[in-house]
């Protein structure tokens, strides 16, 4: 994640949209290789958005070189008299890849050597008769499973099926949550478990909390964690968007403005404020962003001081491949028109 945070701040830096990527055909069967072996790496795809939030947000990934083994790239470089450069971390054996690309090497061929090292057809993702397939289809994206809670200004809580499939479930939890690290697979797997088994119960995993009842499972952003890991109000500058608690982008015109959450100030809001706050879970009204002014006593919701949206619903439909191409971004779960602001409607 650190390499794709590099990427994504000197594509910033750039004016860069797209970055091009040279994974080939032999990354795709060493990552088989390491899934094999327990790793929970992803897959590769030839069209995705950057992993990394929030620095990599409107960054897209394109990975043109995947039909193509690494030897035929090296080849066609040659031929065209460029050079390239070795990562001397490729050879080092305390890596997994490494590893696996030793493993790969010494096979023979009919083993999943040289046949897993082969041109894929883009068109289909198939092999040519007679050699092992690659696994480059997309899953099923779950969206089915996932839904927008109908609360007032895309808070970013969400509501999810029973039936959502781990993946599915992983990509929920760090989107509401706000967090960068997918959850631990055991303890995923527990909740999982719980969900499918009908139990009623409330957990928290990777900053969200999950709360179970009948058919109903709300999955908010974990109020907890803002006292478990107190953090100092975030200053915003002036006409420069700010992302929030890896959930939120918050803009104000004028200085001296920080956000913070809502939880252990809901009482200093307005009267308006607070009524517009108990539309939603309780669970989820402490993880709301407030704004405080020049160490203000007295904190307003952020949509009422500045532009507030909530990035969860853009961050999970990338997560579950909804947006497959730069022009797709900014757009929302299941094409649902761009929400209002934070409370936009609400009058002092």
């Known amino acids: ?46 069209w995705s958005p950057s992993p990394a939030w929030p620095e990599g947000r409107g960054l897209m990934l394109l990975r043109p070189m995947l039909g193509a083994g690494r030897g035929e790239v090296r080849d066609w470089l040659t031929g065209q008299g460029a050079e390239w450069i070795d990562d001397p971390g490729n050879e080092d054996v305390r890596f997994a890849r490494s590893r696996a690309r030793q493993t790969l090497t010494l096979l023979p061929l009919g083993e999943g050597g040289a046949q897993r090292r082969m041109r894929v057809d883009r068109s289909s993702g198939e092999a040519a008769p007679g050699q092992s397939p690659l696994t480059l289809e997309r899953k099923d994206d779950g969206c089915a499973a996932v839904r927008s809670s109908p609360l007032p200004a895309g808070e970013g809580s969400l509501t999810v099926s029973r039936d959502v499939d781990t993946h599915t479930l992983a990509a929920v939890l760090v989107c509401a949550g706000g967090s960068d690290q997918l959850p631990r697979g055991d ?20 900053g969200a909390r999950i709360e179970a009842r009948g058919d109903s499972v709300l999955v908010t952003r974990e109020t907890g964690e803002f006292a478990r890991q107190p953090r100092p109000p975030l200053p915003l500058a002036p006409g420069v968007e700010t992302v929030w608690d890896g959930r939120w982008a918050i803009t104000v015109e004028s200085p001296g403005w920080s956000v913070a959450p809502a939880a252990g100030r809901m009482a200093a809001l307005s009267g308006a404020e607070r009524a517009a706050l108990k539309a939603l879970p309780p669970a989820a009204r402490g993880a709301m962003p407030v704004l405080i002014r020049n160490d203000a006593t007295a904190p307003v919701l952020a949509g009422t001081a500045g532009k507030a949206t909530s990035l969860v619903g853009e961050r999970l439909a990338l997560a579950l491949d909804r947006m497959t191409h730069e022009r797709d971004l900014g757009g929302l779960l299941h094409g649902a028109s761009p929400r209002n602001h934070l409370f936009s409607g609400l009058h002092h």
Not at 191 to 199: A, P, Q, S
């Open 1 to 46: 994640m650190a390499r794709h945070r590099l990427i994504a701040d000197a594509a910033r830096e750039a004016g860069a949209r797209v970055v091009l990527l040279a994974h080939s055909a032999d990354d795709i069967a060493e990552g088989e290789v390491m899934r094999a072996e327990g790793s929970t790496l992803g897959r590769l795809r030839d």
């Open 187 to 206: 303890r995923l797997s527990a909740i999982h478990t719980r969900l499918r088994g009908g139990e009623a119960f409330t957990a928290t995993l990777s």
